[in-house]
C-alpha cells in the first residue's frame, strides 16, 4: 500500500497487526501510515470486491 | 557486485566528525563514524545511548553546538542535502532519463507548485476552482437544491408527515418521527439532502488532490508562512483532514514532533477550520455574493494568523523543523479517485446517520422538557449582540452537537430569507470559530487532557461571540454589504 501524502510503500497486513493492541480497532476504517502519520481510509469491502471481479474478467479476457 | 559509498560531507561535517569519533571511549553495534553522523543529527535514541555509555558528553555536544553556528539551517536538514546530492551524483551516472513532452510539463509544473510565487497563484486556482466552483456553486448549489427543493420538500417529508399524523395517535411520537423536528424530516433530510451532496463533492475534489501529489508540495509551500505561527510544513496533514472532520485532524494532531506544536494545532482546529460539510454549507451559503465569501475567508485567515502568531508567543519552547522527500507530481488516475471518493462517503455516511439521528433525539427531548428553551433564552441575548435573530440561537446550539447538523441549520434559515448577507457573514464567521461539536471535543480531552480542552472551549466561546461582534460593528459602520 502506498501512503496518499508522502508515497511511502508499506504492508497493510504488517500495519493492521499493530492496530491489534488499540481497543476500537474493530469498529476502525482509518489506517496511519509509518512514516508521516497521514491518515488513510481502508477500502470498504463493496470496493476489493468490485477489483476482484475485474481483475477476474481482465484475466479472462486475456 | 555491491561497491561501499563513503559519503564525504562538507569541511565542518567532516571535522566534526573525527573530532567526535576521537571521543568516542565505548564500544557500539554500529561504526564510530555512524554513531558522530547520528549525533550531529540530534537523534533522541542514539544521544541517549552515548549519554550512558560515555562518562562524560560534554565535550561531544560542545562540538555539535559549534558544528551548528556553521549553517543557518538545521544539522539533520545539512547532513540529508549532502546524501542527497551524493545519490543524484551516482544517479546521473548510471541512469538515462528520455525527456518526453508530457514528462517535460509535468516537471514544469511540478516546479511551479512550490514557487513561492506561482505556487501561491496555483494554490488559489486550485480553491478557486475545486472549492468555490464545484464544492460551493455545483454541489452546494446545484444538486443540494435539486434533492432539497424538488425531492425532499415536493415528496419525502409531505408524505412522511402525512402517513405519520395519520397512523400514529401520539402528538409526542409524531413530533419525534416527522414534523418539523423529526428524525426522518429533518435528521435524515439534513444528512441526504444537504449535507452528503455537499460533502461528496469535497471528497471528489480532495480525492483528486490527493491522488494528484500536490499535499506534500502545499505544505512545502506554507512551511515559511506557518513557521511565523510556531508550526511547520508537517501541520499541513492535520490542518487538511481538519478540512474533512476535525475530530480526526485533531486525533491525526500527535504527529507532530513537539507538544507546543500539538497545543498550537488543536487550537486552531478547533477555532479557526471548519470541517467538509460546515465549509461547503458556507460556500454554498456565500458564493451567490462573492464579497461576502471574500470577507469571510479573509476573517477567517486573519484570526488563523493572529491567534496562530500570539499563541505561539505566549507557548514556551523552540519550533520543530521540518523537511520532506517529496513524491513525484502525477495525474490522477479515475479509478483510484473514485474508489477514494466512495470510501469517503461511505465512511461519513455510516458515521453521521446515527449521530443526526441522535441530535435529532436530542432536541426533539430538549424541546418536549423545555430545556432548549432555557439554554435558548440565555443564547438570545448574545446572538442579538452581534446583529443576528433570535433564530440562531438554535443553530449554535445545534452546531456544538455536530458542526454540520448546525451549517445545515443556517442554509434552512437562508432559503427561507430570514438573513441578509451581512448577518451571513457574522454568522457564518462566528459558527466556524464557535465552540467544536461534542464528537471533537471529546477527541480534545482525551489528546491533550481536560484541563486544556476546557481551557480551550471556554476561550472559544467567549472570542468566537467577540470576534462576530467586532466583524458585525466593522460591516456596519463601513456600510459593508448592507
Redesign the interface.
Known amino acids: 500500500m502506498k501512503c496518499n501524502y508522502c508515497g511511502f510503500e508499506f504492508d497493510e497486513q504488517e500495519l493492521l497487526k499493530s492496530c491489534k493492541s488499540c481497543p476500537m480497532s474493530k469498529a476502525c476504517n482509518k489506517m496511519k501510515c509509518p512514516n508521516c502519520g497521514y491518515q488513510i481510509l481502508k477500502e470498504p469491502k463493496t470496493i476489493l470486491l468490485l477489483k476482484k471481479w475485474v481483475n477476474k474478467i481482465g484475466f479472462r479476457s486475456k | 557486485m555491491s561497491t561501499l559509498h563513503n559519503v564525504t560531507y562538507d569541511d565542518h561535517i567532516e571535522v566534526a566528525i573525527a573530532k567526535i569519533v576521537k571521543t568516542l571511549e565505548s564500544e557500539y553495534v554500529l561504526s564510530n563514524r555512524s554513531i558522530a553522523l547520528l549525533l550531529l543529527q540530534e537523534d533522541p535514541d542514539v544521544t541517549e545511548m552515548v549519554k550512558d555509555k560515555e562518562k562524560d558528553i560534554t565535550e561531544i555536544l560542545t562540538i555539535i553546538e559549534d558544528t551548528r553556528k556553521n549553517y543557518d539551517k538545521p544539522l539533520n536538514y545539512i547532513v540529508g542535502t549532502l546524501r542527497q546530492r551524493h545519490v543524484e551524483n551516482i544517479n546521473s551516472k548510471v541512469v538515462t532519463k528520455r525527456n518526453n513532452a508530457s514528462e517535460m510539463s509535468i516537471s514544469k509544473l511540478d516546479s511551479f507548485t512550490m514557487h513561492p510565487f506561482w505556487g501561491s497563484i496555483m494554490l488559489v486556482m486550485v480553491l478557486y476552482f475545486g472549492l468555490y466552483k464545484f464544492v460551493g456553486q455545483f454541489g452546494a448549489g446545484t444538486v443540494v437544491d435539486f434533492i432539497e427543493t424538488n425531492i425532499f420538500a415536493e415528496y419525502i417529508n409531505p408524505f412522511i408527515n402525512n402517513v405519520i399524523n395519520a397512523h400514529i395517535p401520539w402528538g409526542w411520537l409524531q413530533d419525534l418521527i416527522a414534523n418539523d423536528y423529526g428524525i426522518l424530516t429533518l435528521g435524515f433530510r439534513y444528512a441526504i439532502a444537504i449535507v452528503l451532496p455537499i460533502v461528496g463533492a469535497f471528497f471528489l475534489v480532495f480525492s483528486i488532490i490527493?491522488?494528484s501529489?500536490y499535499?506534500?508540495r502545499l505544505s512545502m509551500l506554507v512551511d515559511r508562512l506557518f513557521k511565523c505561527i510556531g508550526l511547520n510544513g508537517?501541520a499541513v496533514?492535520p490542518m487538511v483532514?481538519g478540512f474533512g472532520c476535525d475530530t480526526?485532524a485533531t486525533?491525526?494532531s500527535?504527529?507532530l514532533e513537539t507538544k507546543r506544536e500539538r497545543v498550537l494545532i488543536t487550537l486552531l482546529l478547533a477555532l479557526t477550520i471548519p470541517c467538509s460539510a460546515q465549509l461547503g454549507v458556507i460556500m454554498a451559503l456565500l458564493s451567490e455574493e462573492p464579497l461576502a465569501l471574500l470577507i469571510w475567508v479573509a476573517f477567517m485567515a486573519f484570526i488563523f494568523l493572529f491567534i496562530g502568531y500570539l499563541t505561539s508567543k505566549v507557548l514556551p519552547g523552540e519550533g520543530a523543523k521540518f523537511y520532506?522527500?517529496v513524491?513525484?507530481l502525477r495525474m490522477p488516475k479515475l479509478s483510484n479517485v473514485l474508489?477514494?471518493t466512495?470510501?469517503?462517503m461511505?465512511?461519513y455516511l455510516v458515521e453521521i446517520i446515527p449521530l443526526f439521528v441522535f441530535a435529532s433525539v436530542l432536541i426533539w427531548l430538549g424541546n418536549i422538557t423545555g430545556l432548549f428553551d432555557v439554554l435558548l433564552k440565555w443564547l438570545n441575548p448574545v446572538v442579538n449582540a452581534i446583529g443576528l435573530p433570535d433564530e440562531l440561537s438554535q443553530v449554535f446550539l445545534f452546531g456544538f452537537f455536530r458542526r454540520d447538523y448546525g451549517a445545515a441549520g443556517l442554509f434552512d434559515m437562508r432559503q427561507s430569507g430570514l438573513l441578509n448577507y451581512r448577518q451571513l457573514v457574522v454568522a457564518a464567521s462566528t459558527l466556524t470559530l464557535f465552540v467544536p461539536c461534542v464528537a471533537q471535543f471529546a477527541m480534545m480531552i482525551k489528546e491533550r487532557g481536560a484541563k486544556t480542552a476546557f481551557a480551550m472551549g471556554a476561550f472559544i466561546f467567549v472570542f468566537s461571540f467577540a470576534a462576530g461582534y467586532v466583524l458585525n460593528v466593522m460591516l456596519t459602520t463601513f456600510g459593508v454589504l448592507a
Request: glycine content about 4%; hydrophobic content about 35%.
Open positions: 490527493e491522488d501529489g499535499l506534500p508537517r496533514i483532514l480526526m486525533m491525526v500527535r504527529t520532506m522527500e513524491p513525484p474508489s477514494k466512495y470510501t469517503r461511505h465512511w
